[in-house]
């Protein structure tokens, strides 16, 4: 069940970065209800693995 939810996030987030949507931090960890721990943990991975076009932006 631990692998289909780390799949479900990393679709997710790579699903909103193609349609331009920003996502963050905090809009991760709302959507799936995940410590900001998981969250890091998810979006170091993304950018790892998959090398997403992704930017950091301190708004």
Not at 7 to 18: A, S
Not at 21 to 48: M, Q, V, W, Y
């Amino acid at each position: 069940m631990g692998n289909f939810l780390i799949i479900e996030r990393l679709k997710w987030f790579g699903h909103q970065i193609r349609c331009n949507r920003c996502p963050n931090a905090s809009t991760l960890s709302d959507r799936f209800e995940i410590s900001s721990k998981n969250t890091r943990h998810t979006i170091t991975f993304k950018r790892g693995r998959y090398d997403p076009p992704m930017e950091y932006h301190a708004c």
